[in-house]
């Protein structure tokens, strides 16, 4: 993001391609930027970059499958516990560093109702067995 006057914020716009059906997928990504004064300083303040988290997480829906966006922030490394929400860059200078996120595929959860629902039709189903075997006993 090159920045040649005073800005406040910027967007971005993040596109996801993916081979399924359907649809690419689009996020728009806020950042803010804090020009310092600097004014009335023998030494310059550094100009500090935020991204907005206006979607920190989300479910995607790529054909039949789930999967789980989370935007985990700016690292020079990647590293867990090396994520931040902004950075730090030098007046007059220029900074790069890059923007994590994590794309991880959802399991398809099982509904405890259906459990329950097929439980309940064994038990019924066992009950009826048991009632049939007197019925012929008798």
Not at 69 to 81: A, D, E, K, N, R
Request: charged share 10%; aromatic share 10%.
């Amino acid at each position: 993001m090159p920045v040649y006057q005073m800005i406040t914020e910027t967007s971005y716009t993040l596109t996801l391609e993916h081979n399924g059906s359907g649809a690419p997928i689009t996020f728009d990504l806020f950042f803010t930027h804090n020009e310092t004064d600097n004014q009335g300083r023998t030494d310059c303040c550094d100009d500090i970059v935020s991204v907005a988290f206006p979607v920190v997480s989300a479910i995607l829906q790529v054909g039949s499958d789930s999967y789980l966006f989370q935007l985990l922030g700016f690292s020079p490394t990647g590293l867990p516990g090396s994520f931040s929400s902004n950075f730090q860059s030098p007046e007059f200078g220029t900074t790069t560093t890059a923007l994590w996120a994590q794309i991880t595929h959802q399991p398809v959860p099982e509904p405890a109702t259906l459990t329950l629902l097929g439980t309940g039709l064994l038990g019924l189903g066992a009950a009826a067995r048991r009632r049939m075997r007197k019925q012929s006993q008798a």
